[in-house]
């Protein structure tokens, strides 16, 4: 029998399922077997799919989604919530409604559940690739315009809610500042070894969801971290209790509020981590967790440039670091 996840209801008024699953890969499969993936994953129990323009996975999001109808696994289009992001090539208000168009039809779907900027920036056309970025990838960006384009596209129904992604608190004040509509969410890295204190205290302020990406540290990605999953903390709680160590860690960023994304393509990893919301972590574990030495692992070295957008990592975190 599929897990039940539990839902929060974000400021926009829609429910939203406290975990997803992420999407993106550093060697996508082909889309046929991406399909069959999110279809094990429908299977059993996850109804919240994260995906983005960048990822090139929102096609086999929609096949999946318009499969598990056709399969009767789900009645309608309704019952799964989906995330996507406006990529940093088309972060300019003149651009922000097609590039949703593009993913709705990428998609499938006449609307998306959560709509995100995906970082605070704008990038020169064709910069798809953050891996292979040349000098100066950056653009001037319109904050503001580009969140009112946001809003634009939530009036008419094409996402049902709005949000951004990488945002520091005070980016998103600058947003806050004018907004007729307020961010839903803000996607950040958040994990034990980058806890987010601040900025998850200010969003909780202003009632803005954090959503987690990377809760395991990303430790397979180019820029990702082994400080979660090689943490003798978690290792020493997970053998106590008698979990794995991504259990753990992935049940402290749920027991915070977070609304979590995981990643994992196999089956049996799936259904592993979905079997965190029966039980607790003690006081006592808690407060080993908070003492766990901090770093952020994302730090967009990249988009930094002394005659860039960006001059500094200061710059692009408003100190965040």
Same mark, same amino acid.
């Given at each position: 029998?599929?897990?039940?996840?539990?839902?929060?209801?974000?400021?926009?008024?829609?429910?939203?399922?406290?975990?997803?699953?992420?999407?993106?890969?550093?060697?996508?499969?082909?889309?046929?077997?991406?399909?069959?993936?999110?279809?094990?994953?429908?299977?059993?129990?996850?109804?919240?799919?994260?995906?983005?323009?960048?990822?090139?996975?929102?096609?086999?999001?929609?096949?999946?989604?318009?499969?598990?109808?056709?399969?009767?696994?789900?009645?309608?289009?309704?019952?799964?919530?989906?995330?996507?992001?406006?990529?940093?090539?088309? +972060?300019?208000?003149?651009?922000?409604? #097609?590039?949703?168009?593009? &993913?709705? *039809?990428?998609?499938?779907?006449?609307? $998306?559940? =959560?709509?995100?900027?995906?970082?605070?920036?704008?990038?020169?056309?064709?910069?798809?690739?953050?891996?292979?970025?040349?000098?100066?990838?950056?653009?001037?960006?319109?904050?503001?315009?580009?969140?009112?384009?946001?809003?634009?596209?939530?009036?008419?129904?094409?996402?049902?809610?709005?949000?951004?992604?990488?945002?520091?608190?005070?980016?998103?004040?600058?947003?806050?500042?004018?907004?007729?509509?307020?961010?839903?969410?803000?996607?950040?890295?958040?994990?034990?070894?980058?806890?987010?204190?601040?900025?998850?205290?200010?969003?909780?302020?202003?009632?803005?969801?954090?959503?987690?990406?990377?809760?395991?540290?990303?430790?397979?990605?180019?820029?990702?971290?082994? +400080?979660?999953?090689?943490?003798?903390? #978690?290792?020493?709680?997970? &053998?106590? *209790?008698?979990?794995?160590?991504?259990? $753990?860690? =992935?049940?402290?960023?749920?027991?915070?509020?977070?609304?979590?994304?995981?990643?994992?393509?196999?089956?049996?990893?799936?259904?592993?981590?979905?079997?965190?919301?029966?039980?607790?972590?003690?006081?006592?574990?808690?407060?080993?967790?908070?003492?766990?030495?901090?770093?952020?692992?994302?730090?967009?070295?990249?988009?930094?440039?002394?005659?860039?957008?960006?001059?500094?990592?200061?710059?692009?975190?408003?100190?965040?670091?």
């Amino acid at each position: 029998m599929a897990v039940q996840v539990p839902e929060v209801e974000l400021n926009s008024g829609k429910k939203m399922p406290l975990l997803g699953l992420g999407t993106a890969s550093a060697s996508r499969p082909p889309n046929e077997e991406l399909i069959s993936i999110f279809l094990d994953a429908i299977e059993v129990g996850y109804r919240h799919f994260d995906t983005a323009s960048l990822y090139g996975s929102e096609e086999a999001v929609g096949g999946a989604v318009a499969a598990a109808i056709e399969r009767g696994m789900i009645k309608s289009r309704d019952e799964i919530f989906i995330t996507t992001k406006l990529w940093c090539t088309d +972060a300019d208000p003149h651009l922000v409604m #097609l590039a949703l168009s593009n &993913s709705l *039809k990428r998609l499938g779907v006449s609307y $998306v559940d =959560l709509y995100l900027i995906h970082w605070p920036m704008r990038m020169k056309p064709g910069t798809d690739d953050v891996h292979t970025l040349t000098k100066q990838p950056l653009l001037p960006f319109d904050i503001i315009g580009t969140w009112k384009a946001m809003e634009v596209c939530c009036k008419m129904g094409m996402a049902k809610s709005i949000g951004v992604s990488n945002f520091s608190c005070r980016k998103l004040s600058q947003v806050l500042d004018v907004a007729t509509i307020p961010p839903a969410v803000n996607q950040v890295e958040m994990n034990v070894a980058w806890q987010q204190k601040k900025l998850f205290e200010f969003c909780k302020e202003k009632k803005i969801y954090v959503t987690a990406y990377s809760p395991l540290g990303a430790n397979g990605a180019p820029w990702g971290s082994l +400080a979660v999953m090689q943490s003798p903390v #978690l290792k020493a709680i997970a &053998s106590t *209790k008698q979990k794995a160590l991504a259990q $753990v860690a =992935l049940r402290w960023v749920f027991e915070q509020g977070a609304i979590v994304i995981v990643k994992s393509f196999n089956k049996e990893r799936m259904k592993q981590n979905l079997e965190i919301l029966d039980w607790e972590l003690t006081k006592e574990e808690i407060a080993q967790i908070q003492e766990i030495p901090q770093k952020r692992a994302s730090l967009g070295r990249k988009f930094v440039d002394p005659d860039g957008f960006y001059k500094s990592l200061d710059q692009l975190w408003d100190g965040e670091l």
